[in-house]
């Protein structure tokens, strides 16, 4: 199975995201992701033996984080994935410790966190991108996550949560 450790926006960013992803001009064959699918994602496993699932369970249970709010307020086009993206240009400091306390347990090397909804997908040419309100989304839990491939569009399935800590 497919495995990542991930944010899920409350009803309020997803509903927000999915108006700014409504207004995108998009020329096929791209296409808007489901509001259902949007998600930050903190760590991508990969690959993983479902007989290791509950090693990654134990990763997730020992997380202690602070809760934190991330703001949204860019849209970008990444040609090389072909994806149009809402961008949360500052990270919070709790976001990041919860970033680099995931993949330190986790074993897994570390890049550079850039906070990102994807709001579509097989995007070749760059749309006109309009400047889009803030949005914030309250990050209250992080989850793990199968994604199976091969359809339309990816299919997310949580298979555990575990709760942030109250804010500071």
């Not at 998600?39 to 479902?50: D, R």
């Not at 990270?91 to 306390?101: E, F, I, S, Y």
């Amino acid at each position: 199975m497919r495995l990542f450790f991930a944010l899920w926006p409350d009803t309020d960013a997803a509903t927000q995201l999915a108006g700014v992803a409504a207004r995108l001009s998009l020329q096929a064959p791209g296409r808007l992701v489901q509001p259902g699918n949007y998600h930050v994602t903190l760590a991508f496993i990969g690959e993983v033996a479902s007989s290791r699932l509950a090693h990654w369970q134990q990763i997730g249970q020992a997380l202690r984080a602070p809760r934190c709010t991330m703001v949204f307020n860019s849209l970008e086009h990444w040609p090389e994935s072909q994806v149009v993206a809402a961008v949360a240009q500052e990270l919070p400091a709790p976001l990041l410790g919860l970033w680099t306390q995931l993949h330190d347990a986790a074993d897994l090397p570390r890049s550079r966190l850039r906070a990102h909804v994807t709001l579509a997908r097989k995007v070749a040419q760059a749309p006109v991108l309009q400047a889009m309100s803030a949005i914030a989304w309250r990050a209250t839990s992080v989850s793990l996550v199968r994604s199976e491939t091969g359809g339309v569009e990816s299919a997310y399935t949580v298979l555990d949560t575990w709760p942030l800590l109250y804010e500071p």
